[in-house]
């Protein structure tokens, strides 16, 4: 479903992204682990396609489509949801507003039939079972005075409805209490799919308690240093980021 | 394509209402002096009291100067290179729409405003002031059966001279500023209402502005009285063609609510704004002023200014009666080069007044947004209320925002409030929609429309579809 070749990006003349090369199949989830600043939110962004991030090098398919030359929303339009780190205020436009503009004009771009105000509030009801969400959070504007944990759940919720191929969450665990994380991540399991895959992107082991991925990367200093199973996720718990810095110069100094 | 480019893009859209209608046209010549102002009354037939009026006006405009406080910049204007009056040929005042002609009929039609009832918008009654003259005006009947009158105004000098003499320049005297001075000497003609007492106007009256002639200046007034205990929602929109040139539009709107009367008026204005190198378009240099003469009385402005290369303009509100209500709501797009500086007075005399400020101005291009608002709160005026609230939105690098509050308070019992942001449209909020699928485009819109909101929503429904458009916006789910 996405191929990552050789991708090096940069954000303001400054490379951050050394060479990533990452695949991703239908019904896998990919957790992508790292310390601050090693490009992990990098990666996702220039996957969704923000503006001013360069890239230096390297390609990435979608289904066989060559995303970098993408517009932010044909990506989004050919199944590409980002879930962001910290979701985006819009004074004045209520949250189903905002949504349904969204799911029509995806549903449009696909030849569907777009959803009339009672069809989308039926499957929103729906959707925010999901997650657990308060309806009245649909009325107010996008994100505007929404707490941390709800604009995660918002997020989550606007996944379901959206039903994207791919979905890239971008620390959507950050700043929740426990019990939102529960939610959050049963939200995400239950939207775990055959034919939609998942890239976690995540400072913490302790999301992947709840949310099992398949396969686990760890980013550093740009480059995707070790993959692995599950268990990789744990041995980073137990020992921290320090021993594969430690590694990953020792194997350098090895080949050069 | 970037997002910038896209908000560029939306603001350039061409100005869809720039054609000329050939129409045979009654001129006099350019210029101002005395024989002109006694030229335009004879024209209308008016009463000596009008003469003498207008004269007085214009002994006093000439002691005057064009006012330069505002941030606004353009070359003095030539007074003397003006024609102040312009009207479509016809034989006499048409007594039905048959009569009108139908060149000027199709003008209104592809403005979007039809003149023919049964075409009408349901439940909206039509002024339409063509140049300098009002060509006609729809269900004038139907309100006359409430006692309404709705008509123009120089039917109005004529019919109800005796109403016309006791307010005229009642809110507005000549001697304000230069313009209203201007105007009350050459006006030519505008909207008159009267709304008898206890009666709710159960229609929008409106009144549509239509620039045509060359190197003509159009100078309307507007005079809405509304009498013990009555309501009336009062609509404005205008147009203009596009002229290299620029034209001056200088009128006067004038509103009185006695006791526990209400007065909603909603502009509105898509003059033309010159082209994108700031050549040509409309100065609109309008004093608006309502006088909440009565107790309860309420007076509210709602304008969304998208046209004009200048907006020199400021709806205020008198609050004279004990618990009277002004408000203010107001969006203001500038783009290119257009300037606008616009805002309102709310003058607190009476006991528990309360007033609204909302002022959304939004900058692209070279655009120039000022808002300039007064708040004075008199001695007697105990325990008055006042809110305001101003918020800039930048689309450009290029353009600016500016804001001037001004509070003046001789009551220690008022409570004022005042909130004021500035944001540039946000790469991130961009980025956000789009990522949703929505296109850089519409999430523009759709950043702009929120941001405006507040104001859209005091608008009458079909006037809120046009502000809307206006904007570049989809409506859908947003106001209401």
């Known amino acids: ?203 913490y082991q302790r999301l992947l308690n709840y949310i099992v991925p398949n396969k686990v990367h760890v980013l550093l200093d740009g480059r995707i240093v070790r993959s692995g199973g599950k268990e990789l996720a744990l041995e980073l718990e137990e020992k921290g980021y320090g021993w594969l810095e430690e590694e990953t110069i020792r194997e350098q100094a090895v080949n050069s | 394509m970037s997002a910038n480019s896209n908000i560029e893009e939306l603001a350039n859209r061409e100005y869809k209402y720039g054609f000329v209608t050939d129409i045979e046209t009654d001129t006099i010549p350019r210029g101002l002096n005395e024989e002109i102002i006694r030229l335009i009354s004879a024209k209308k037939n008016e009463p000596e009291f009008m003469l003498d009026w207008r004269l007085k006006a214009y002994r006093h405009w000439q002691t005057m100067k064009d006012p330069t406080w505002a941030n606004v910049h353009f070359e003095p204007i030539n007074y003397q290179d003006i024609c102040y009056y312009a009207a479509p040929k016809m034989k006499s005042k048409p007594k039905s729409l048959d009569e009108v002609d139908p060149e000027l009929l199709a003008t209104y039609e592809k403005l979007g405003i039809p003149l023919r009832e049964r075409d009408l918008l349901a439940g909206v009654a039509v002024d339409a002031v063509f140049d300098s003259i009002s060509v006609a005006t729809t269900f004038k009947e139907k309100l006359a059966e409430l006692g309404i009158i709705f008509c123009s105004f120089s039917e109005a000098v004529q019919n109800h001279p005796e109403l016309v003499r006791r307010y005229l320049g009642d809110v507005v005297p000549f001697t304000d500023n230069l313009f209203a001075a201007l105007n009350s000497a050459v006006f030519s003609d505008g909207s008159f209402c009267y709304i008898p007492k206890g009666v709710r106007c159960p229609m929008e009256l409106s009144t549509y502005f239509r620039i045509n002639a060359a190197s003509t200046g159009q100078f309307e007034r507007t005079l809405i009285i509304a009498d013990e205990g009555s309501y009336v929602s009062y609509l404005e929109g205008c147009t203009a063609p596009m002229r290299d040139e620029n034209q001056l539009h200088a009128a006067v709107v004038e509103l009185i609510a006695h006791d526990n009367a209400q007065i909603k008026y909603s502009t509105v204005q898509n003059w033309y704004p010159g082209d994108k190198n700031g050549k040509g378009g409309i100065f609109n240099f309008v004093t608006k002023r309502g006088k909440c003469k009565g107790v309860n009385s309420k007076i509210s402005w709602t304008q969304v200014e998208t046209g004009s290369a200048i907006t020199w303009k400021y709806p205020s509100c008198i609050l004279m009666g004990d618990n009277s209500i002004g408000e203010f709501y107001s969006v203001a797009l500038t783009n290119n080069y257009q300037q606008a500086d616009t805002g309102t007075k709310m003058i607190h005399m009476g006991k528990n007044t309360r007033s609204t400020i909302v002022s959304k101005g939004i900058s692209a291009g070279h655009g120039q947004n000022t808002y300039r608002g007064m708040v004075k709160i008199l001695k007697n005026a105990d325990n008055a209320r006042n809110y305001s609230r101003c918020d800039s939105l930048l689309l450009s690098d290029k353009c600016g925002a500016h804001t001037f509050p001004y509070i003046e308070v001789k009551n220690s019992t008022a409570l004022m409030e005042h909130e004021a942001s500035t944001s540039k449209i946000g790469e991130d909020q961009l980025f956000y929609c789009q990522q949703r699928g929505i296109s850089s485009e519409a999430a523009v819109s759709m950043i702009v429309n929120g941001f405006c909101k507040e104001v859209f929503k005091e608008l009458p429904m079909e006037f809120a579809v046009e502000a809307q458009k206006l904007l570049g916006v989809s409506l859908e789910g947003c106001v209401g």
């Open chain 1, 1 to 203: 479903m996405l191929e990552i070749k050789g991708l090096r990006a940069q954000v303001e003349g400054k490379e951050i992204l050394h060479g990533i090369d990452l695949c991703v199949y239908p019904g896998e989830v990919h957790a992508i682990m790292g310390p601050n600043g090693s490009g992990k939110s990098t990666l996702a962004k220039v996957l969704a396609g923000r503006e001013g991030y360069g890239i230096v090098n390297g390609e990435v398919r979608f289904n066989g489509k060559n995303l970098l030359v993408m517009q932010p929303e044909d990506r989004a339009r050919a199944g590409i949801f980002l879930g962001f780190q910290y979701p985006v205020e819009i004074p004045g436009i209520s949250n189903m507003y905002f949504l349904k503009t969204a799911l029509n004009s995806i549903r449009k771009n696909r030849g569907l039939e777009e959803l009339d105000a009672m069809d989308f509030l039926a499957l929103a009801k729906e959707k925010m079972k999901l997650v657990d969400m308060d309806e009245s959070l649909m009325r107010r504007a996008v994100n505007e005075g929404f707490s941390g944990g709800e604009k995660k759940r918002n997020e989550i919720f606007q996944m379901a409805v959206l039903e994207p191929q791919l979905a890239i969450l971008d620390e959507t665990d950050s700043g929740l209490d426990i019990d939102a994380l529960k939610t959050i991540a049963s939200g995400i399991n239950a939207l775990r799919r055959q034919d939609r895959a998942m890239i976690l992107v995540t400072h």
